[in-house]
């Protein structure tokens, strides 16, 4: 089934999580098609995962374009988000639009995601005005980093839990049509599920949210270095991959591949023909003089 702004929503209604992955090249795209998952983002996670950056900061938006267009031709029915980098909507609703308008013209996106509650308020509203929906993204906001003082769980008091359920609640009315919640303790992420009429994903926010997100790459164990707590080994790819890749460089080094069903064969008389003409007089000056021309 296909899955739209509709369907999703209507999942909440039943009662039905909702599965979302980070995806950031067309054949990963494929293989989750395949396996069924209900919505693709291309999160600005790339930076960190893709481009070997500290942080998502340095992310711009003809990244992300560049990485949904190519996510995009792998799907057919998987619902597709792209996120809006740092300063791609933070300094004007003109900005807004026009960067989102890109993510969807360009990158194929059907819909966009930025991070922050009632201070971007009036984005989402312009973003939705011009018809993009938009997924609101509020506790931890990775953009934020520097502001936060690091990756920290967000709504541990009360100021900051009430600042979190109102950020919700503001992002909803201004017209998104789902929401993530990042690192948000397990009980205030299940009751703002529950007094939300739109979706949430959480990642870092227990199973009371209506779906839950992961970074592929975290949830294939590619990475052997941190592991947050929120995330889940759901097979070890990594050292699959490095197993891989050791026995390839074993193989070449020792000759063991190419092997002999890997390579391709020609005609024992052509063979012998080019041969004879490569140890002419003449076919060497030949060679010698097409060098000279180029």
Do not use: W
């Amino acid at each position: 089934m296909k899955n739209t702004v509709t369907s999703l929503q209507e999942m909440k209604q039943r009662g039905e999580k909702i599965s979302m992955l980070t995806c950031y090249d067309y054949s990963t795209a494929c293989l989750m098609e395949e396996a069924g998952i209900n919505a693709i983002l291309i999160g600005d996670s790339l930076g960190m995962t893709m481009m070997g950056y500290s942080d998502t900061l340095p992310v711009t938006v003809d990244d992300i374009i560049h990485h949904c267009a190519s996510v995009s031709r792998g799907l057919k029915d998987t619902f597709l988000v792209a996120d809006m980098p740092f300063m791609s909507y933070q300094t004007s609703v003109y900005d807004a639009v026009k960067n989102a308008g890109r993510l969807v013209k360009e990158g194929h996106a059907q819909a966009v995601k930025l991070e922050g509650g009632a201070s971007v308020c009036q984005q989402i509203k312009a973003i939705v005005n011009a018809d993009i929906p938009v997924v609101a993204h509020i506790g931890l906001t990775p953009q934020s980093i520097n502001a936060f003082g690091g990756f920290k769980v967000q709504g541990k008091n009360i100021e900051r839990a009430l600042q979190i359920l109102e950020d919700a609640k503001a992002v909803e009315e201004a017209g998104a049509f789902m929401v993530t919640l990042e690192c948000v303790p397990e009980e205030l992420a299940t009751l703002i599920s529950k007094e939300l009429t739109i979706p949430t994903i959480g990642i870092g926010a227990g199973n009371g949210c209506d779906g839950q997100v992961l970074v592929y790459q975290d949830m294939l164990g590619m990475f052997s270095g941190f592991k947050p707590k929120f995330v889940k080994h759901f097979a070890n790819i990594g050292e699959e991959m490095k197993r891989a890749f050791s026995q390839y460089d074993a193989e070449v080094k020792s000759k063991a591949f190419p092997a002999e069903e890997h390579n391709f064969k020609i005609d024992p008389e052509v063979m012998a023909a080019v041969e004879s003409a490569a140890s002419t007089k003449e076919f060497k000056l030949s060679l010698d003089y097409e060098t000279e021309l180029a």
